[in-house]
């Protein structure tokens, strides 16, 4: 059973040597998520991105995360895959956590791109026994050819997103967790890489998905949240949670 | 504390749709995935199951040698060279100094240099640790005692080559040095290696949370190689405060020691083990407490 829970998740992150002006002019920003003081003489100041996040997802669920910039999405995303653990409250989870936030960790340009995809799949948690088993498939679907063999420093910008997007794509996800913007290149590649993505999607027993797009959450999603300053505003079905996201967005609109 | 209530019910089996197996020749997972446990992790468990994947820290440690010295034609040799270099023209003027002669001078710079370089380098190297690598824990759980693992192998194979200077310097000024007690060698390596681990961890989550450290231990280190005897030979100091200062209190002493004297072709004295068992021990007890304590902050200090 493939379960991904959040009790009461709260993330803070701490800001070190602030200037006092810079904090009052944080204090008054508009989007983001809140600062806080903590602390008797408010020496340490804090970012409040996730505060008291509830939410439970189990096999099958899709979630899209939609938000303003900056309401804790990509925090949240990153709390779910273990990146941050939280400050108060915990997650529990069962299943492989697949993120896709970095497409080749551990990048050396001055490796060969077989040498690469070995480096990244050994830190995206995989053996090298499962490494060599997805290694026929990335040379087919990077097209890179020959070019695998060479220093990555002589890739183009596109071949190495097509190398990347390749290994981060074979993998065998349970609980993905994606940031939008993965994808993309040249046109042909581009339709290819929305195959292979939708695939990635399919094969996950739970998907998070962070987007702007309403157009990709609507494809994508059974169920949506909406966030907003580090906290959950509502969760439910995807036109719901859009129509109050947009609702709140005209309100702000007018008001301002 | 337990699931709560609400976040049980709705985990609770209500069969999803299954979806689509991978075709794509991965390794068959098991159906059905243990129940939900939490995400976060015990320093223990970082600390194990980082040292449960060998090919993981032996590929990063390997890859960072690479690094150093691509594109260079005799690569990792440079540093060797330097080090011949080093203790032919400092063991030259330090033989006259402290009237030996090169035959017993040079080999016991040669080894305690190799010794140190150690030493030195894994100290430096631990302050960016965590600094150094955010790249490699900002995707997902990491198990961070990998990166230390890594540290050491790395420094470890960096001595494997000063050993030639080593094997040439001995064995032309001084082949009868190497005995059975040279093996001895061995277990002094691993003891300052497993030191290597908490030294990495403690200086690494330091270094990060303050990041001015770094030039401290810079300098500690620096200053510390005249304090300890590996220029001057330990007898040179007379018996009195300093030489218990420098000699008997001084741990890098005993650390350099438990390689240096097999080396030679001595055992170490009884009170070097002791010394570098009883660091081992409290370090990594010090050293275990704070990973306990900050593991977590690790990724938002960073």
Redesign the interface.
């Known amino acids: 059973m493939t379960a991904l829970i959040l009790e009461d998740v709260h993330v803070e992150f701490p800001i070190y040597a602030t200037q006092r002006s810079f904090r009052k002019a944080l204090f008054e920003r508009a989007t983001g998520g809140r600062i806080e003081r903590n602390g008797g003489a408010g020496r340490r100041v804090a970012v409040k991105a996730l505060n008291g996040i509830s939410l439970a997802l189990q096999d099958g669920d899709r979630l899209g995360l939609v938000g303003h910039n900056g309401a804790g999405k990509s925090t949240l995303l990153r709390v779910m895959a273990g990146v941050y653990e939280p400050v108060i409250g915990r997650i529990l989870a069962s299943g492989k956590i697949t993120s896709c936030f970095d497409l080749l960790p551990g990048l050396d340009i001055e490796d060969s791109g077989y040498e690469n995809i070995v480096t990244a799949g050994l830190l995206l948690g995989m053996s090298h026994a499962e490494i060599e088993q997805v290694i026929p498939e990335i040379e087919e679907f990077s097209e890179l050819g020959e070019y695998l063999s060479l220093p990555v420093r002589t890739y183009s910008s596109g071949m190495l997103l097509r190398l990347g997007f390749a290994l981060a794509t074979s993998v065998d996800p349970g609980i993905l967790l994606l940031d939008e913007g993965i994808g993309a290149g040249d046109a042909r590649f581009a339709d290819r890489a929305t195959l292979r993505l939708q695939s990635l999607v399919d094969r996950s027993r739970i998907l998070v998905l962070a987007s702007h797009s309403d157009a990709l959450i609507r494809q994508w999603c059974t169920k949506a949240a909406l966030l907003e300053n580090g906290q959950l505003v509502e969760i439910g079905p995807v036109d719901e949670v859009l129509a109050t996201y947009h609702a709140r967005n005209q309100a702000e609109a007018t008001r301002a | 504390?337990a699931?709560?209530a609400?976040?049980q019910t709705?985990?609770s089996?209500?069969?999803?749709?299954e979806?689509?197996?991978?075709v794509?020749?991965?390794?068959d997972?098991p159906m059905?995935?243990?129940?939900?446990?939490?995400?976060?992790k015990s320093a223990a468990r970082d600390l194990w199951d980082g040292l449960r994947?060998p090919?993981?820290w032996g590929?990063?440690g390997w890859?960072e040698i690479?690094?150093r010295y691509?594109?260079t034609t005799i690569g990792p040799f440079w540093n060797v060279i330097s080090l011949a270099v080093f203790v032919v023209t400092v063991g030259t003027v330090g033989a006259g100094l402290w009237n030996q002669a090169a035959s017993q001078y040079l080999p016991y710079l040669t080894s305690g240099m190799l010794v140190w370089m150690m030493i030195s380098a894994s100290a430096n190297e631990s302050c960016m640790l965590f600094v150094a690598n955010t790249?490699?824990?900002?995707?997902?759980?990491?198990d961070f005692s990998t990166l230390a693992y890594s540290l050491v192998w790395r420094n470890f194979i960096v001595l494997l080559h000063h050993l030639v200077v080593y094997v040439v310097v001995v064995g032309i000024l001084a082949p009868h040095l190497i005995s059975p007690a040279t093996l001895l060698a061995i277990p002094g390596l691993a003891l300052l290696m497993i030191n290597g681990v908490w030294v990495s961890l403690l200086l690494g989550m330091f270094c990060l949370r303050f990041r001015d450290v770094q030039q401290l231990v810079v300098s500690v280190i620096q200053i510390s190689l005249f304090m300890t005897p590996v220029f001057w030979p330990a007898d040179q100091l007379a018996a009195g405060t300093a030489r218990s200062l420098f000699i008997h209190f001084n741990p890098l002493y005993h650390a350099v020691q438990v390689v240096r004297a097999p080396l030679l072709g001595e055992a170490p004295a009884a009170e070097s083990y002791v010394a570098v068992i009883l660091i081992a021990v409290i370090g990594s007890a010090v050293a275990f407490w704070a990973f306990t304590r900050f593991r977590?902050r690790v990724?938002?200090?960073s």
């Open positions: 504390m699931p709560t609400a976040a709705l985990v089996p209500i069969p999803g749709p979806p689509a197996r991978s794509t020749g991965m390794l997972r059905s995935d243990p129940p939900a446990a939490p995400l976060s994947r090919d993981l590929r990063l890859l690479k690094r691509r594109r790249h490699l824990y900002r995707n997902g759980r990491f977590k990724a938002y200090w």
